[in-house]
């Protein structure tokens, strides 16, 4: 089983930045492919962000050259550094791993307002 739990988020400036992070509890975290998925009111998910075992990450057109994934290993842990941030961005945030099922956190807000 693998629990997660996000932290972080909150309100950030267009411009400004903020970060996420997200805690598993697990004893697997090294062979997770670990991601970030989004969803703002009235939308679809989307994904964000993924991260390999290996460290190689991907990103949505949307966010690429802003956010920044990485993880810990050794603190069970991948993050979500968001720079340049813009309102499209608010949102729910939601950290994923994925190994032999999809597992979910529950969620957290992001809001990006002037």
């Known amino acids: 089983q693998v629990q997660l739990v996000e932290s972080g988020g909150g309100l950030g400036q267009p411009g400004g930045s903020l970060s996420v992070s997200c805690l598993a509890s697990t004893s697997i975290f090294g062979v997770l492919i670990m991601g970030w998925y989004r969803q703002a009111p009235g939308k679809q998910r989307e994904r964000v962000a993924v991260i390999t075992t290996g460290g190689t990450s991907g990103y949505a057109d949307t966010v690429k050259g802003r956010f920044t994934i990485s993880r810990d290993n050794a603190k069970n842990t991948v993050y979500l550094q968001m720079n340049s941030l813009k309102p499209e961005d608010t949102a729910i945030y939601y950290c994923?791993?994925?190994?032999?099922?999809?597992?979910w956190g529950k969620g957290i807000l992001v809001t990006v307002s002037s």
């Open positions: 994923n791993a994925h190994y032999d099922k999809d597992y």
